[in-house]
């Protein structure tokens, strides 16, 4: 049964900017923390931004701090990966996922089926 669904992805530019979304049918996500991870060919899934459904408050994994934004629009249910300054190594398949109670991205309860992201020239 899949929660959560991603869109957004595609071919991108290096340099340049491109937007996810994460949205759900069946999960009323203010109630959750929501994050983003991603896995590229032959790598371990990375946890790269999380917010917090409480207060708003963000974390950002060292790979992609001060280039992406993680955001969230309650009133439509939707979580939002912004993504500035792309480099090739951004290229992954990006997840996004919801954690219950915090941003801890080792325990996510619900995931996305993930969205490809190919950053080339």
């Known amino acids: 049964q899949v929660h959560l669904a991603e869109s957004g992805g595609g071919l991108l530019q290096p340099g340049g900017s491109g937007r996810l979304s994460c949205v759900s049918s069946?999960?009323?996500?203010?109630?959750?923390?929501m994050g983003w991870f991603r896995q590229a060919p032959g790598k371990e899934r990375e946890g790269i931004a999380c917010?917090?459904?409480?207060?708003?408050?963000?974390y950002y994994s060292d790979s992609v701090k001060g280039r992406f934004i993680i955001s969230r629009d309650n009133a439509k249910n939707t979580a939002y990966l912004h993504m500035n300054s792309l480099k090739p190594e951004d290229t992954a398949v990006y997840y996004c996922a919801a954690n219950y109670y915090n941003c801890d991205l080792k325990t996510m309860d619900y995931w996305g089926q993930g969205t490809q992201v190919t950053v080339s020239s």
């Open positions: 069946d999960l009323f996500l203010p109630n959750y923390a």
């Open positions: 917010i917090s459904n409480t207060d708003g408050t963000t």
